[in-house]
């Protein structure tokens, strides 16, 4: 039978693991955040273990995507999308929460990009948590320096988000969306065979956020009715492109 003096340190141990436990879960954040603002441990963080498996399951698809084919590269939002309804051929290199670290990261693994005859990139709304508009821009830059400019790239603008459903993720605003696709547009307008597209637009409700009937509830994802909207945009754009490439 254990010993009250026992039971009385084995009590106080269990005490002290909860409430270290509890101030590790309230802290995390904030250390978090705090490794961010160090510039720690940020690509820990953007390069997951989802996607290393995603980039391997690309790798295999590289080499047997066919000449001319359009080329989708970016987060969720083009995983999500169902790009043989923009064009085709077309191959799908989308993965879920990936950012412009992970672009630039993984655009030099697909050799199927040299042979495109066309690259749409979008991406840049989960840098948010990470980085300034600024910064964010810096990258696309980059991304677009890896791609041979014989290559027509068409960035797609930053879809609109509800911020009232996703205030609680902090740094993502429609104010910031929208500063940085105007960033965006200008400077694709200076640079040979580059181009920009937004859908946004046709995404608003009355109060200019992602109406409710157009994503799956968390005030970011498109739903089927979504997608068609950006789908149809980004169809005309790329039969445009294409038809400019065939003069």
């Known amino acids: 039978m254990m010993k009250p003096l026992t039971k009385r340190v084995v009590l106080f141990y269990l005490i002290?693991?909860?409430?270290?436990?509890?101030?590790?879960?309230?802290?995390?954040?904030?250390?978090?955040?705090?490794?961010?603002?160090?510039?720690?441990?940020?690509?820990?963080?953007?390069?997951?273990?989802?996607?290393?498996?995603m980039v391997a399951f690309h790798t295999r698809v590289d080499g047997n995507v066919p000449d001319g084919a359009v080329i989708f590269i970016g987060d969720s939002l083009v995983q999500g999308l169902a790009v043989s309804a923009v064009a085709s051929p077309a191959v799908n290199f989308g993965i879920g929460r990936d950012t412009t670290v992970g672009v630039l990261r993984r655009i030099p693994l697909y050799s199927s990009i040299a042979r495109?005859?066309?690259?749409?990139?979008?991406?840049?709304?989960?840098?948010?948590?990470?980085?300034?508009?600024?910064?964010?821009?810096?990258?696309?830059?980059?991304?677009?320096?890896?791609?041979?400019?014989?290559?027509?790239?068409?960035?797609?603008?930053i879809l609109p988000i509800d911020e009232d459903i996703c205030a609680r993720e902090g740094k993502r605003s429609m104010q910031r969306i929208g500063e940085l696709n105007t960033r965006l547009k200008v400077w694709t307008e200076t640079v040979d065979n580059r181009y920009f597209v937004d859908a946004g637009q046709d995404l608003l409700d009355a109060r200019g956020l992602l109406a409710a009937r157009f994503h799956i509830g968390d005030g970011v994802h498109l739903n089927s009715r979504g997608n068609e909207i950006w789908i149809h945009v980004l169809k005309e754009q790329v039969a445009r492109l294409r038809r400019k490439k065939e003069k």
Do not use: C, W
């Not at 436990?21 to 705090?34: F, H, N, P, Y």
């Not at 989960?126 to 696309?140: P, T």
């Open 16 to 53: 002290a693991l909860h409430l270290v436990t509890a101030l590790l879960l309230v802290q995390g954040d904030t250390i978090s955040r705090a490794g961010r603002k160090l510039g720690l441990s940020v690509r820990q963080q953007e390069i997951t273990d989802h996607y290393r498996l």
């Open 116 to 157: 495109a005859g066309l690259v749409v990139v979008a991406v840049g709304l989960n840098d948010m948590r990470f980085r300034s508009n600024r910064e964010i821009l810096a990258n696309l830059r980059a991304v677009d320096r890896l791609i041979p400019r014989r290559v027509p790239v068409l960035f797609s603008g």
